[in-house]
């Protein structure tokens, strides 16, 4: 009697063993198949980040250039300033070059208030940009967090349907 219980308890264990054995290497793929999905979401993150930063060092080569332009305006306003001064005993001597150079001036603030329109609407475009690309950032972390909850969620019934298995087989 003691060996068919011998024989009966081998074979349910070998059974036992057999299935769980099947369970966990179910369980493993179910792991390995999200952790493949989760590198390409990685790879996802990484490449907007890139093209983040990409942007990120175009929109500081257009502001330094902005900069630059903004000090050459302004020497050449120094400039034009510096000119008008020492041309003002000359001025009172003939209207022709008053008006000549009123009308300069003229065309020159409107080049610049030209320029100041073209700038404000670059940097509007620039922040909404920025926006979106932090919008974009901000929704993938948020995905990857929910699939890593998923993911948390899932290992928890796996390792609970084990634990009870385990309980039970014993």
């Not at 009172?92 to 001036?105: F, G, I, W």
């Not at 670059?122 to 932090?134: A, G, H, L, N």
Request: proline content about 0%; overall charge negative; charged content about 40%.
């Amino acid at each position: 009697m003691d060996e068919q219980l011998a024989t009966e308890l081998d074979r349910r264990f070998d059974h036992l063993h057999h299935e769980m054995g099947s369970k966990f290497q179910n369980v493993h793929q179910r792991i390995d198949d999200n952790s493949q999905k989760i590198e390409a979401n990685s790879q996802k993150v990484e490449e907007n980040g890139r093209k983040i930063e990409a942007n990120s060092r175009k929109i500081e080569e257009s502001s330094r250039k902005i900069d630059e332009h903004r000090t050459e305006t302004s020497q050449r306003f120094d400039a034009l300033d510096q000119r008008l001064d020492g041309m003002d005993a000359r001025i009172r001597h003939t209207n022709v070059v008053v008006e000549d150079l009123r009308s300069d001036v003229q065309v020159i603030a409107e080049g610049v208030s030209g320029l100041n329109h073209k700038l404000d609407r670059f940097i509007e475009d620039s922040e909404t940009k920025r926006q979106e690309d932090r919008a974009l950032m901000v929704a993938g972390f948020k995905a990857l967090n929910e699939r890593d909850d998923d993911l948390d969620r899932r290992l928890r019934r796996v390792e609970a349907i084990v634990v009870r298995a385990d309980f039970t087989g014993t």
